[in-house]
C-alpha cells in the first residue's frame, strides 16, 4: 500500500482541513468538561508542526463520543482546543459548528500557522450517512485535506469518505506510522512472531486471530476470547462469559466455540519449540485460571485445566476471570523467546484488583522485551489504558491508537477513508 504523502508545496501557505481523531475521554470535574487523556492529542503533533512550519492555516475536524446526530454539550470539541492551548502549547481557536457561516467567518479571519478546533462533526446526523452535501460543506472551508484519524479510517463517515470528492487528500504522518507498522508487522515480522489475544469477546477478534493464525509463529489467547478455546476442547468453563449464549448467537449468527474448534483444528499440525526443544500448539490456551463466584468476588481459587481439577470442583457457579499464575509465567517465557510480539486485549477481568496479575505481568514482560530489542506492538483501548495505568505505555516500539480500525486492517479488510489516500499505480 503506498499512501499520498503531501509535499511542502501541497500546503504552504494553504488551508488545510485536517480530520483527526481527538475523541478522548471527558470528564466533568468542578463543573467543566475536561480532557482525561491525551494520548491521540499527541498523536497528531508531527502533522501540526509540519503544517505551521509551512505557514498554513490549519483546521482540525473531530468527532467526540456518540451525541446521536444533534448537539449535546457534555460532548462538544471546546474542552480539548482549551486543553491544547494550556496543556500541549499549541494555542487552538474554537468554533461551534464545523460547517457554515460561522467557521467560515473565522477561518478567513485566521492568520498563517494558526489553529482552529470545529465543533463534534458528528452533531449532524449527515456526519455518519456521509452525505456528500454536508461533506462538500466542510470541505468548502479549506484547500487541502489531510486525514491523520488511521483509528476512524473504518468509518465510511462524510469527515472521513465524502470530503475526499472535493479536495485533494494526502495521509497525515501519524496515520502513515499507523499504516507502516502494522503492515510491516504482518508481512514480515521478526521472527519468532508471537501473537498475545485476550478482551471479552471473540467475534471483536475472529477475524484478526484467523489472520495473525496465518502470520504469527503462536497465537496466545487469554480473558473471555479463552474461553471459547477451552470449550471446545472440552475443558469446563462453568459459568464464565462465553460468546455463545442463544441470544449471541441469534445476533451474531455465528458459533464462536465451534469456531475456535475450526481454528484449533486447522492448525494441529503446526508446532513451535519453546526453549527450541519442548513442542507447543500454534494456539496457546490457558493451563491454568483465577477462578471466583463474581467480578465482585475478593474471594479466588486458581484451577488447573490440565489434570482433570475441574471435575472435582463441587462450585459449578465459578467464573473463570484471569489466566494462572502457570500460564502467566509460560506466556512470558515465550515472550523473551520473541523478536516481535502483537498484544491485543486484557488476560482477565483486570479492573478488578484479583484479576489484574495475568494481564500486569504481561505488561511488564513486553517492556522488559523492548529493552532487549524486541518489536512490541500494542494496540487496543483496555490495553492503552492497562500499560497507561502501570506507567509503562513510553516502553514499547509502538502503541497504536488504532482500536477497531487497526484489527480490521491487520485482518486484512480494505478501509473506506484509506482507498483516497492510496496512490494507483
Known amino acids: 500500500m503506498k499512501l499520498r504523502l503531501p509535499k511542502v508545496s501541497d500546503v504552504r501557505n494553504k488551508t488545510v482541513l485536517v480530520r483527526v481523531d481527538y475523541n478522548v475521554p471527558l470528564k466533568l470535574i468542578d463543573g467543566k468538561y475536561q480532557v482525561a487523556g491525551d494520548r491521540r492529542l499527541k498523536a497528531s503533533l508531527e502533522t501540526i ?3 505551521k512550519k509551512n505557514q498554513a492555516k490549519i483546521i482540525l475536524m ?54 482552529l478546533l470545529l465543533e463534534n462533526t458528528r452533531f449532524y446526523a449527515e456526519e455518519k450517512k456521509n452525505d456528500l452535501r454536508f461533506a462538500k460543506k466542510m470541505a468548502a472551508l479549506a484547500d487541502v485535506y489531510i486525514n491523520d484519524a488511521f483509528s476512524n479510517s473504518h468509518r465510511n463517515h462524510a469527515s472521513m469518505v465524502g470530503v475526499t470528492k472535493y479536495l485533494p487528500s494526502f495521509a497525515g504522518f501519524h496515520l502513515q506510522i499507523e499504516v507502516k507498522t502494522l503492515l510491516k508487522l504482518m508481512t514480515n515480522p521478526q521472527r519468532p512472531f508471537f501473537a498475545v489475544v485476550g478482551g471479552a469477546k471473540i467475534s471483536d477478534k475472529i477475524a484478526v486471530l484467523e489472520k495473525l493464525l496465518k502470520v504469527a509463529d503462536a497465537v496466545l489467547v487469554g480473558g473471555g476470547v479463552a474461553n ?71 474471594k479466588t481459587q486458581i484451577i488447573d485445566l490440565t489434570n482433570g481439577e475441574t471435575d472435582q470442583i463441587d462450585n459449578k457457579d465459578l467464573m473463570y476471570l484471569d489466566i494462572g499464575p502457570k500460564t502467566t509465567r509460560l506466556y512470558q517465557e515465550l515472550i523473551t523467546q520473541a523478536k516481535s510480539v502483537f498484544w491485543n486485549g486484557p488476560m482477565g477481568y ?28 500494542i494496540g487496543g483501548g483496555d490495553t492503552i489504558k492497562t500499560i497507561a495505568d502501570l506507567g509503562l505505555a513510553e516502553k514499547y516500539t509502538y502503541v497504536s491508537t488504532a482500536g477497531g480500525a487497526g484489527l480490521l486492517f491487520l485482518a486484512g479488510q480494505d478501509l473506506p477513508a484509506l482507498k483516497p489516500l492510496t496512490v494507483t499505480t
Open 49 to 51: 508542526n509540519f503544517l
Open 62 to 115: 473531530t468527532h467526540v463520543g456518540r451525541p446521536g446526530g444533534k448537539p449535546d454539550q457534555k460532548f462538544s470539541s471546546k474542552p480539548i482546543a482549551d486543553y491544547m492551548t494550556q496543556e500541549l502549547q499549541i494555542p487552538t481557536l474554537w468554533v461551534d459548528d464545523c460547517i457554515g457561516e460561522s467557521a467560515k467567518i473565522i477561518v478567513d479571519k485566521m492568520k498563517s500557522g494558526e489553529v
Open 228 to 298: 471459547n478455546f477451552l470449550k471446545a476442547e472440552d475443558i469446563e468453563i462453568y459459568k464464565s462469559y462465553l460468546q455463545d449464549a442463544p441470544a449471541d448467537l441469534k445476533k451474531e449468527g455465528v458459533d464462536y466455540v465451534k469456531l475456535a474448534d475450526k481454528l484449533i483444528e486447522e492448525t494441529k499440525n503446526y508446532k513451535i519449540l519453546k526453549d527450541g526443544y519442548v513442542p507447543l500448539p500454534k494456539i496457546i490456551y490457558p493451563l491454568d485460571v483465577v477462578a471466583a463466584a463474581s467480578p465482585e468476588s475478593t
Open 350 to 377: 483486570f479492573e478488578k484488583e484479583p484479576f489484574k496479575k495475568g494481564t500486569t505481568g504481561i505488561a511488564k514482560s513486553l517492556a522488559a522485551a523492548t529493552t532487549n530489542k524486541t518489536t512490541t506492538v
